[in-house]
């Protein structure tokens, strides 16, 4: 069920407001969190390959009560200035985000980096800090690209060293 605009307007002015005029002790933090498929849309562009999620609402539309999946989601992936901007309308102090694996290393290993990947997040800590937005980063987020679920995914011992290699080249 799709909100209308004056919906989301109005919760967000609720947000605003209620954040604006907090009672919270000193050294309180307020912030907000997504994750890449729920909310990047751009499923396969810039390099991005397919993640299980993906997999399952193409394969698989029935499993997913209304047959929804995370092909648009809310184009962050394209609109994340925008996005950044509402963060510092609402004033949070940190965004917690996943990265999409299968979009920083489309087969999940080292042999594929995708440099429109690592700059779209790039990108998006850059505008993060610009504003004064902490970002609270979060590497896996149960969107394992298929090629490791393939694999035997986490069931699969060298899911460690794929792991291992993916953050190491994500930090």
């Not at 919270?24 to 990047?40: K, N």
């Not at 290393?105 to 995708?114: I, K, Q, S, Y």
């Not at 609270?136 to 460690?160: C, E, R, S, Y």
Request: with cysteine; proline share 5%.
């Amino acid at each position: 069920m799709a909100m209308s605009g004056w919906t989301i307007l109005t919760l967000l002015a609720l947000c605003h407001s209620s954040i604006a005029f907090r009672k919270f002790p000193e050294g309180f933090t307020f912030g907000v969190a997504t994750a890449a498929h729920q909310i990047e849309g751009a499923w396969n562009v810039s390099g991005k390959s397919e993640n299980v999620w993906d997999r399952l609402s193409h394969s698989r539309p029935e499993m997913i009560a209304d047959g929804t999946n995370g092909d648009i989601a809310c184009d962050s992936y394209n609109r994340y200035m925008e996005d950044v901007e509402e963060l510092t309308y609402l004033g949070v102090d940190f965004y917690r985000f996943s990265l999409s694996w299968a979009r920083i290393l489309p087969t999940g290993r080292l042999d594929v980096v995708n440099p429109d990947g690592i700059r779209y997040y790039n990108d998006l800590l850059d505008a993060l800090a610009e504003n004064n937005i902490e970002p609270l980063v979060t590497l896996f987020h149960w969107d394992l690209p298929p090629a490791l679920q393939d694999l035997g995914g986490w069931a699969n011992p060298k899911m460690i060293h794929y792991f291992r290699d993916y953050a190491d080249l994500c930090f």
